[in-house]
């Protein structure tokens, strides 16, 4: 059940940009892709929209396909949120007020709602109030940032997809979106599809990973399974460890001993090495 | 040398960005500039080139002055900007067209510059993409085409606005090693970046905090003297694998080397 691909392949001008691919984006999980620049991986998120069409395969949501327009063609698939690589893609009104309250008022709700939800959502990314009388394109580059990921979020999607959303996002803006998006993604049960070079956020974050290398997909595995045990598939796609777990393995190459963390999160790593270096008796306080 | 003079930056008069800033980049010097979202980074670069003009002080390359419209035109040919987002600035319809249209500007010889721009194609790997359309690349590789179009003109000073924000680890990896041979070529390097692994390398970084100079010293030292995370910072993997282990040994960007060290000799 959920999303999903069955031997999708898309061209571009005469160029095989995705060969055969097939995947299901389950349900209440968070899905990370990660890949070299130029892997396919905005174009696989734009495939799940129905922003762009595939010449083979097919796509179905809960095992029916998607609706199609008058001509056959894919459309945009309205229970899909998706947030663009560059800002500047999305925004379009006058106030930060009015592109937030958009979707919300031409949904039809109620102007009351349409500005309790966005007083919800500008606390939720952490974003002054006083943002809301700005001019979107006047903002700062990691400020117009959060404002597409706020336009998009308020529409409580079912599949949320974001491409590089914290990039040029400063630390605490980048850990208040991923935590935020955790829990609205948890406590709703939606499913997040997030690309992203970070692999540090990758593995603190995801449920499931989908590694693209040149218009394939490679693997989609569990994140601890690819993190942790298969080493040699990240190699193969040019990414390198994230840094927790190259620690990892430097420590276990010195001690000669095998290392098995509670997950791949950095904070359950570092656990457990300092638990290594501390009955070495490496650990000095302070 | 570029010198800022007490230097007040508004775009609105009540919202004020940028306030008495003064402070002096030496030719040649390797400069991290960091800060929170909105503290006014960008705004500082557009300054350096003389973009934007001071509201209050003077911004000074050398004996050129920003405020003086006779001298921007040498500015912009000594101080170049990598935009933040190169999406929006791409003009042209080939990627070595691109590369070329920084040159025209620039009174270089015809004959040289089809070879100028090839050369900064390849110093960022982008020489298999020189006919491609700018539109059609990915992220990633318009951020690299924005780059080489910089660097094909060969100004003395490269300011870099997150130059590296979409790039995979592979990509950053490449962008800062251009920038590091370029360094040693003598250039001034200026990296606005909110990678604070990335900052280690730099000799110098200015934080940016409510429009003011937060530190001004060398990356060791701000990990140890400031707490970057009132500033909307968080220390990078070697910092929090320091602290983690309380580690006494110095802090280098390479923490795999410390660590086996300490290790050894335990
Ligand atoms: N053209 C403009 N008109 C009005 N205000 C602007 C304009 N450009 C920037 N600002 C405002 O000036 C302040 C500083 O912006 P600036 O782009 O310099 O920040 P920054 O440090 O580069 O941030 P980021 O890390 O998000 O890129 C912000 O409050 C921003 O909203
Ligand atoms: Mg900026």
């Known amino acids: ?51 762009v069409p595939f010449y083979r395969g097919e796509y179905t949501h809960d095992r029916q396909p998607l609706p199609r327009d008058s001509k056959g063609n894919m459309k945009a698939v309205p229970q899909i949120g998706y947030v663009f690589q560059y800002p500047e893609q999305q925004l379009f009104a006058t106030t930060v007020y009015r592109e937030l309250a958009f979707a919300l008022t031409v949904k039809g709700e109620s102007p009351g709602k349409v500005e309790a939800a966005v007083k919800t959502v500008m606390e939720q990314l952490g974003l002054p109030a006083d943002l809301l009388q700005e001019k979107p394109f006047q903002l700062s580059g990691g400020l117009k940032r959060l404002v597409a990921v706020a336009s998009v979020l308020i529409t409580e999607p079912e599949l949320l997809i974001l491409d590089e959303p914290t990039a040029g996002l400063d630390s605490v803006h980048r850990t208040a979106l991923l935590k935020q998006l955790q829990v609205w993604q948890r406590e709703k049960n939606r499913t997040v599809l997030l690309i992203s070079h970070q692999l540090e956020e990758v593995a603190d974050y995801s449920d499931e990973v989908m590694v693209f290398q040149k218009g394939h997909l490679l693997a989609h595995l569990e994140a601890n399974e690819l993190f942790l045990k298969c080493a040699d598939l990240l190699e193969q796609a040019g990414l390198p ?27 359950d790593i570092m656990q457990l090495v300092r638990n290594v270096w501390q009955s070495r008796g490496l650990h000095h306080e302070g | 040398m570029l010198v800022f003079d007490q230097v007040d930056y508004y775009y609105r008069s009540r919202n004020p960005v940028l306030r008495q800033l003064s402070f002096e980049i030496r030719q040649g010097e390797f400069l991290s500039i960091i800060g929170g979202n909105g503290s006014g980074k960008s705004t500082l670069a557009k300054l350096m080139n003389g973009l934007l003009q001071p509201r209050e002080g003077q911004v000074m390359l050398d004996h050129l002055n920003t405020r003086t419209p006779d001298d921007l035109g040498k500015i912009r040919e000594q101080a170049g900007l990598v935009f933040q987002n190169p999406d929006n600035q791409f003009i042209t319809t080939s990627v070595l067209d691109e590369v070329i249209f920084g040159l025209e500007n620039l009174r270089v010889p015809r004959a040289d510059m089809a070879g100028r721009a090839n050369m900064a194609l390849q110093a960022v790997h982008m020489e298999d993409y020189a006919e491609a359309m700018p539109h059609q690349l990915s992220g990633g590789q318009k951020q690299r085409v924005a780059v080489a179009a910089v660097v094909a003109m060969e100004p003395s000073i490269i300011i870099f606005d997150e130059a590296t924000s979409m790039l995979d680890p592979q990509g950053r990896r490449d962008i800062l090693e251009l920038m590091n ?15 604070m692994d990335e900052i280690l390398s730099s000799d110098r970084v200015l934080l940016l905090s409510r429009g003011e100079i937060a530190f001004d010293g060398s990356p060791s030292a701000l990990f140890s003297s400031v707490s970057i995370t009132e500033h909307q910072l968080s220390p990078p993997f ?29």
């Not at chain 2, 041979?181 to 990678?195: A, D, M, N, Y």
């Not at chain 2, 006494?248 to 050894?264: F, G, I, N, Q």
Request: a positive charge; one cysteine or more.
């Open chain 2, 181 to 195: 041979s370029l360094h040693r070529q003598g250039k001034t390097i200026i990296q606005i970046t909110h990678h």
């Open chain 1, 241 to 267: 460890l994230p840094e927790p777990v190259q620690l990892l393995r430097l420590i276990e190459g010195i001690s000669g001993r095998t290392l098995t963390p509670a997950s791949c999160r950095e904070e």
């Open chain 1, 1 to 51: 059940m959920g999303y999903e691909l069955n031997d999708v392949s898309v061209k571009l001008n005469g160029v095989e940009i995705l060969q055969s691919v097939s995947c299901t984006l389950q349900e209440g999980k968070w899905i990370s892709v990660i890949g070299h620049t130029g892997a396919g991986k905005s174009t696989f998120a734009k495939v799940m929209k129905g922003l």
């Open chain 2, 238 to 266: 070697a910092v929090r694998l320091h602290q983690a282990l309380g580690l006494k040994a110095p802090l280098r960007a390479d923490w795999k080397e410390t660590v086996s060290a300490l290790w050894a000799t335990s």
